[in-house]
């Protein structure tokens, strides 16, 4: 089959083999024999045979020739010697004739890499691209979650107006929106033995896989954090005006970039799934109890202060509440009245007892902009510190 599609449409097939048969000789057109870091032979059998022969070498009857010579490698001379460490195994084409030996390019240890940087990042990218496409399935419940999600939580806050309902919706927008993208744990899990053996190899760089598995996210993830927020934003009868909706589409996006490179980071440290797993909850259960909306920072204990600001929830807490009480219109909105209908908390004095002021809106997207880029680091860091090791 494979010499028919190489005949029908013109193609090069590389096949590796191990032990082939008479029959899947007489079909391949030249063999390469590789051993000890050495190529060996590159040729026909034909060629082979009158090798062997040179040697001094009687082939048995009734003896595959391959077989034989994978026994007696070691006499016939290298044809060019490589220093990079390669298996024996066979490889052909389908090209016919008798061929003497092509030079190989020598292979180095530490030579330098075959693309550049920006070519690795494409080719990756392409390849994560097609994994994707793989496995639709994955990708169309990721997009079905957070649709559903959003008409669902959109009907149960539908028209909230008072301050806590919408508090509320803000603490459980963030907390589905980080525990949500654990589920991409498996994949790290398993890209990371795939990425140590690969860049063992030389075959590219830490750093492109990083900067590739970052970028195929992006528009992955924005797509997820628009069907959520659309539904959502507009049942909940938040701010009806199309700027907001766009920064709270932005916030939620990023949230969602900040919870997989967290994920990433900690699936390059951690030992297996169950490590990874156990780790991650717990500390989204810290960031949640030291974010603000449980206790306020001014009550938390000077030793856990720290927790408060390295909290994955604190930020983005405080941009929803900005984008909806800040400005002029949001901080004239009533959220309390006494008898009388008079109005004793407004959103500007709800900032003003939280100690957040307008100019807020864009420092926490930047504080979480560096988060992003934080934990992309620190996994470049910790990827790059295994697959070192594996090299040594």
Known sequence: MLRDMATA???TVVLTIHQPGVRILERRARFVLLAGGAVHHHGSISFLEERLAASGHGIPPHVNVLEYAMECIDTLKPDVVVVSSVTAVTTADTNRGD?????VPTLRRRAAYANSQAA??????????????RTPQLFAARMAQSLLAGVFLGTIFLGAADLQSRLGFFAFTLTFVLSSTTEGLPVFLQER??????????AYRVSSYVASNAAVFLPFLLASALLYATPVYWLVGLAREPARFAYFSLVVWLVMLTANSFVACFSALAPNYIVANSVIAGLIGCFFLFSGYFVASKNIPRYWVFMHYVSLFKYPFEAFLVNE????????????????????LDGAALLRQQGMRESMRWSNLAVMLGFVV??????????????HRMRR
């Open 99 to 103: 061929t003497a030996p092509v030079p």
């Open 193 to 202: 033995r795939i990425l140590e053996r690969e860049t063992s190899r030389g």
């Open 374 to 387: 934080g934990y992309r680091v620190l996994c470049f860091v910790f990827l790059w510190f295994r697959c």
């Open 9 to 11: 449409h013109g193609k």
């Open 120 to 133: 690795e990042v494409c080719i990756l990218s392409a390849r994560f691209v097609k994994t994707v496409l």
């Open 325 to 344: 009480y800040g400005g002029d219109r949001g901080g004239r909105e009533c959220l309390a009245k006494v008898g009388g209908g008079l109005c004793v």
